[in-house]
């Protein structure tokens, strides 16, 4: 029987769940991470995964268990790519909602840039300097990630901050 793949909506509904029943002790590590891992198997499922979790109250992000850290790394460069796409994104709407002067937002982005750098240095090294590598590269106008910054409509100011964010994450 062929298994089903999880919607975006889906996705970040079953993350949900999952993470109130694991903060509540309900589900264990193990547990969490095999029903997290196949979310990991689409791409719709990751983002949902991801949307949740990055930005969400759930402690889940900030103390990974290791079991998750083991199936998130074993989803290879889909998870490298979304996590990279997420950092970019909080770090230019983090500058976007301080020059609007939006505090709790500015603060969420900055939750969530946190959260990817802390990700990015659990994923495997090479994979993760390569697709910043990209992306920085995409910053200054050059490569497969021009298209990606543009269609977010991120000016310059945004695409230094983000090579800001990608240069910082080997001193933090």
């Known amino acids: 029987m062929k298994k089903k793949i999880p919607s975006f909506e889906e996705a970040i509904n079953a993350s949900s769940l ?3 029943a694991w903060e509540e002790g309900e589900l264990s590590d193990e547990v969490l991470a095999d029903r997290v891992s196949e979310l990991l198997e689409s791409r ?3 983002r ?3 949307a949740f979790t990055l930005s969400s109250n759930s402690p889940l992000m900030d103390r990974l268990p290791d079991a998750l ?3 998130i790394r074993e989803a290879g460069e889909i998870i490298v790519d979304l996590t990279v ?3 970019a994104m909080s770090t230019a709407m983090a500058l976007h909602h301080q020059l609007n002067q939006k505090t709790e937002q500015k603060a969420a982005s900055e939750n ?3 959260r990817c750098i802390e990700l990015l240095r659990l994923l495997e090294p090479n994979t993760v300097k390569k697709r910043l590598e990209i992306l920085l590269d995409g910053t200054k106008g050059k490569g497969k990630d021009v298209d990606f910054l543009n ?3 991120y000016d310059d100011e945004q695409k230094k ?4 964010a990608i240069n910082s994450i080997p001193e933090n």
């Open 161 to 164: 901050e983000i090579a800001n």
């Open 151 to 153: 269609r977010w409509n």
């Open 48 to 50: 949902g995964f991801f």
């Open 69 to 71: 850290i083991f199936r």
């Open 44 to 46: 719709d499922g990751s």
């Open 85 to 87: 796409k997420n950092l």
């Open 18 to 20: 999952w993470c109130s």
């Open 112 to 114: 969530i840039k946190r």
